[in-house]
């Protein structure tokens, strides 16, 4: 698979959202896959299945409904958004191993420069150990592969006794969250997709419940210590994505 990368600059984000569902509804089975990458003017997005509770102090930042899947977010200056517009019967995956996928070429772009990402159980995107961005040390509540468990059986007897159990949804303690991921797949194609924080002005975060969760702090590549400008992130992170979304 062949993806046709696009710098779009910075756009407005709906005039991008509207772009997007017009070559979506416009492509056949022989229209190439392609990739935009763009940086937003400030929007809070909110997925379908956002709450208005979760915007509690927008200002003058606008906010669109969208029909990817998730809650809410913010997208500004200094992020870098990229959209993979894939035909995913053709590439032969399902919507799971394709946010896989994605997630994946996050995690080897903040390598690239320095930096360990993490997958959080329950919580789609990509995390940082705030007091060790480029430690390796695994996280406890990170995915793993359940094992089977026996008719009758406690589940917790089938855990393994040094992982602990986290109840009550995901735990972000000592974590700041680097990249937000939000996708929609219409006729097996996707749209929509996965912003990445550079360096920004982190301010409007403040103001929502990022992704839907009270308190969950969000960082940038800055933030953390790590210099990098817009165009070398955008570069490497679209370089890594047409790898990894490679079947």
Not at 36 to 65: R, S
Not at 170 to 198: D, E, M, Q, T, W
Not at 228 to 243: D, G, P
């Amino acid at each position: 698979m062949t993806l046709a990368v696009k710098f779009l600059g910075r756009v407005d984000y709906e005039p991008t959202y509207a772009a997007m569902q017009a070559f979506t509804a416009a492509r056949t089975e022989s229209t190439p896959d392609a990739l935009w990458v763009c940086e937003h003017a400030p929007v809070y997005t909110q997925g379908l299945a956002g709450k208005k509770e979760h915007i509690f102090n927008p200002g003058d930042i606008p906010v669109v409904a969208t029909n990817r899947g998730g809650q809410v977010t913010y997208h500004g200056p200094g992020q870098v958004v990229a959209y993979p517009l894939l035909d995913l019967k053709r590439a032969g995956y399902f919507v799971k191993e394709y946010v896989y996928r994605i997630e994946e070429a996050v995690i080897r772009t903040l390598l690239h420069f320095g930096v360990t990402g993490h997958r959080v159980a329950g919580a789609p995107g990509i995390y940082v150990r705030l007091d060790d961005p480029a430690g390796h040390a695994l996280l406890p509540q990170r995915p793993m592969k359940a094992e089977p468990v026996k008719m009758g059986s406690d589940p917790a007897a089938q855990r393994n006794g040094s992982d602990p159990i986290f109840t009550g949804g995901p735990h972000f303690s000592g974590l700041g969250k680097i990249a937000a991921l939000g996708i929609k797949v219409s006729r097996n194609c996707s749209y929509h997709g996965v912003a990445l924080n550079v360096a920004m002005d982190l301010e409007p975060y403040s103001r929502i419940n990022p992704c839907g969760y009270a308190g969950l702090q969000t960082v940038d590549l800055s933030t953390i210590g790590t210099l990098a400008s817009w165009q070398q992130v955008a570069e490497v992170f679209s370089q890594k994505l047409a790898v990894s979304l490679d079947p």
